[in-house]
């Protein structure tokens, strides 16, 4: 009896450490995966956004209404649950390390458009315990609702507050249902992906589409598109760069 | 052994109503029953042939999930080099539009409730 | 061993009683959560993490303190801790096992909770904070159970326990570390980004756990008629001294280098913490009540007649036990939230549910606890 207890424990012990080692093994790169992501890697893209401040209209919403139309963000209706893929607020809000008189006077009362930032160097996919977010090889940073446990380790280290977590079912409170685009699902974490739905099909993102001033330039990082031009060729801002994590969000003065 | 009486017939109740599923449907014969589900497509063919859908839909639709989401794929190539657009929404259930007279009959049958729906959603021309 | 769980007198069962009840009440609080969502707690978009996370951080401290016995037994021989080792591995146990289910119960999609393992993260703190987690627990039930298996048999452990023992010693100081970086490898809140965290975190856990074994112990003596020994709870109670004259000390070490230095991201959520900001004090009462009760259990503790007796010990205890909590819970999470990333203060009060959840993990923990103090009681008294 006591002996039978001692090899529960061992074989216990010996399946734990099974387990513990299939992961690990996992790990070791397999040479049929290594090929296919080389092979994709090819072309080396990298999506970037700029946003003109002065040239975004003061009270125009039109970017992220149709955002939020064609992605199902649902509309809560209050703050503690909010969702929100694009959102505006103010000037010294978005740009807390910028207190500087002389700027803060020029841009007084101006709302600045937020979202993702895409940053090169993202700490919600560094933290991310499941890969349920991680950075493609154009620059986005993904997220798979499929895999997401909802942990909100992501939200705690997102320095901009561009993750929303559903903490219900957001499905009632999504106006009109874009059939073409899926909800998401209570206890997931979700953002603006950069429209990947709609660069997949050759389109530009909603937001950029439905703006009206020119105010938003979207495109890849290459020294003949018009987003890196104005990038290049102006003053522009990052939401705290300091932090090292390489927004790739522009904002032009 | 202690009790052996009592251990062995203990034994053998536990047996009987542990399998009591078993022979209820065996001697009921509700076994028989064989869920039907509707299909109403279209297009006749589905994009593997129907016992490959049928034992193997559940893969596939990973393997879509996985594509689409991770891999950045979009085009599935089918075994008969026709190509399909990997999207639930707009490829699968442009044709199996009747969830509940297809996709359901078999999950309840089997009682199984993927969570595919709580996300994607069902055409507005069928529920 | 184990059939010591089944004969108890009627306190013992009033005691299992009384915790299978919360615990079901905390079970039924959980099931709303598993049907509507998080919605049911305090926590928003801009406070993504509350009591839960609280908790969990404040009893990965508790299980990580049965270092501070097992040190000095196994490693320098200290024989007034003979007795009340078995009761400091086995809050080990339950700590771990409380503060496990507390992550659990924050997820969004617990029944996804594989994912961790099924894809393995390196990079993710997260991932290794599971890892040592489970571990340790592993562990501590291992030594805990053979140990006292070798005992009820009168022989003595088999020489493997050893080794397992020497490892859980750096093992207990990597559970909280690992647990501190979760927080400190944050560049986004600079309430947490700290070198200081992970030490603060372990002076702390110095003090809470072994003042909560303190008042199991003297439970045991009243109640269950185990005396651990006069001088192991004095031994105790000084390591609960110096535990929290070091709290203290780094708490303070914090303050002058943010205020001092004024660095304005960092200083907001101190003095939103401290003093209350732009007219919003939710945490002001509670942090000062968690720092006087510092002060005062450090100089209860500090006077010898005080600590020897019984019962200003066992206050000082729950005073420790309060300020601890609080220190480490609540107003070290919910701060680092507020203001949030764009300035907003967005106050955090849990709910209902949400309350009555912790009081069922609570119950769990001790629903452990008295089973397995049990069993050590058993093999003590035959």
């Known amino acids: 009896m006591e002996i039978d207890r001692r090899k529960f424990l061992q074989i216990t012990g010996l399946t734990f450490l099974a387990l513990a080692a299939k992961p690990a093994f996992d790990l070791l790169p397999r040479p049929v995966a290594a090929n296919a992501s080389s092979a994709s890697q090819a072309e080396a893209k990298r999506w970037a956004m700029a946003i003109d401040i002065e040239a975004c209209k003061e009270g125009c919403t039109d970017c992220i209404t149709a955002c939020h139309r064609i992605h199902n963000v649902p509309d809560i209706g209050n703050r503690k649950e909010e969702i929100k893929w694009v959102w505006k607020d103010s000037f010294a809000n978005s740009f807390p390390e910028q207190e500087n008189r002389l700027v803060e006077s020029t841009f007084q009362g101006r709302s600045v458009l937020l979202l993702c930032n895409h940053c090169d160097n993202p700490p919600c996919v560094r933290v991310c315990p499941t890969q349920a977010t991680w950075k493609r090889d154009d620059g986005i940073v993904m997220m798979d609702y499929h895999r997401c446990i909802g942990c909100r380790y992501c939200m705690a280290a ?96 | 052994m202690y009790d052996s009486g009592k251990v062995i017939l203990g034994v053998a109740v536990f047996l009987c109503l542990a399998s009591f599923p078993a022979w209820y449907n065996v001697i009921t014969s509700k076994a028989d029953y064989r869920p039907d589900p509707v299909i109403v497509v279209s297009d006749n063919q589905c994009i593997e042939s129907t016992q490959y859908m049928r034992e193997y839909h559940m893969q596939l639709l990973k393997e879509w999930r996985d594509d689409a989401v991770r891999n950045g794929k979009t085009i599935y190539t089918a075994s008969d080099n026709k190509t399909y657009e990997i999207n639930l929404t707009g490829t699968c259930l442009k044709c199996h539009s009747n969830k509940t007279e297809f996709c359901d009959t078999c999950h309840d049958f089997s009682g199984v409730s993927p969570n595919c729906w709580d996300c994607h959603n069902i055409p507005k021309s069928g529920k | ?44 978009r801009d406070v993504s993490w509350g009591l839960y996370i609280a908790n969990f951080t404040f009893f990965v401290g508790v299980a990580a303190s049965a270092v501070m016995l097992v040190l000095p037994y196994y490693l320098h021989n200290e024989k007034a801790f003979r007795k009340i080792i078995i009761l400091g591995e086995f809050l080990a146990v339950a700590a771990c096992m409380v503060a496990v289910t507390f992550v659990l119960v924050d997820l969004g999609q617990p029944a996804r909770v594989f994912n961790m393992f099924l894809y393995p993260t390196p990079n993710s703190i997260l991932f290794w904070d599971m890892v040592v987690l489970s571990v340790y627990l592993l562990l501590n039930i291992i030594i805990g159970w053979v140990t006292l298996d070798a005992e009820n048999k009168g022989v003595t452990p088999p020489g493997w326990t050893k080794p397992l023992i020497i490892i859980s010693i750096p093992w207990a100081i990597s559970i909280h570390t690992v647990t501190a970086f979760i927080y400190g490898g944050l560049a986004a809140r600079p309430f947490w980004l700290t070198a200081l965290l992970a030490p603060r975190f372990l002076a702390s856990a110095f003090a809470s756990g072994p003042a909560l074994l303190i008042l199991l112990a003297l439970v045991m003596r009243r109640w269950g008629g185990f005396d651990t020994g006069e001088e192991s709870l004095d031994k105790v109670a000084k390591i609960v001294t110096y535990g929290m004259i070091t709290t203290l000390f780094f708490l303070l070490l914090e303050v002058f280098t943010i205020f001092y230095s004024q660095e304005p991201e960092a200083m907001k959520h101190f003095t939103y913490l401290l003093f209350g900001l732009d007219g919003y004090y939710g945490l002001v009462p509670w942090m000062w009540l968690s720092i006087i009760l510092m002060c005062v259990s450090i100089v209860a503790l500090l006077n010898s007649r005080w600590r020897r007796n019984p019962a200003v010990l066992s206050a000082v205890c729950i ?24 300035g907003y203060i967005f106050e955090y009060v849990p709910t209902f549910p949400e309350i009555m959840i912790v009081v069922g993990v609570w119950s769990l923990g001790g629903l452990v606890l008295a089973l397995l103090y049990k069993v050590v009681l058993g093999v003590r008294k035959s």
């Open chain 3, 319 to 342: 005073a420790v036990l309060i300020s601890i909590w609080i220190d480490k819970g609540l107003g070290l999470i919910i701060p680092g939230f507020i203001p949030s990333q764009s």
């Open chain 3, 1 to 44: 061993m184990i059939e010591y769980i089944f004969k108890g007198g009627k306190r013992y069962w009033l005691t299992i009683g009384a915790l299978a009840l919360l615990l079901m009440a905390g079970a039924v609080a959980y099931l709303m959560q598993w049907n509507t969502g998080l919605a049911i707690t305090g926590m928003s």
């Open chain 1, 158 to 253: 997102c320095p901009y507050g561009s993750r929303s977590f559903n903490w219900k079912d957001p499905r009632p409170y999504i106006n009109e249902v874009d059939d073409s685009y899926p909800t998401r699902t209570r206890g997931v974490v979700e953002k603006c992906d950069f429209c990947e739905e709609r660069l997949a099909r050759g389109d530009i993102p909603a937001c950029v589409e439905a703006c009206k001033y020119g105010a938003l330039i979207f495109g890849e990082m290459k020294p003949e598109m018009e987003v890196y031009k104005v990038i290049s060729s102006n003053f522009t801002l990052r939401r705290k760069a300091e932090l090292g994590t390489q927004p790739q969000i522009y904002y032009i003065l």
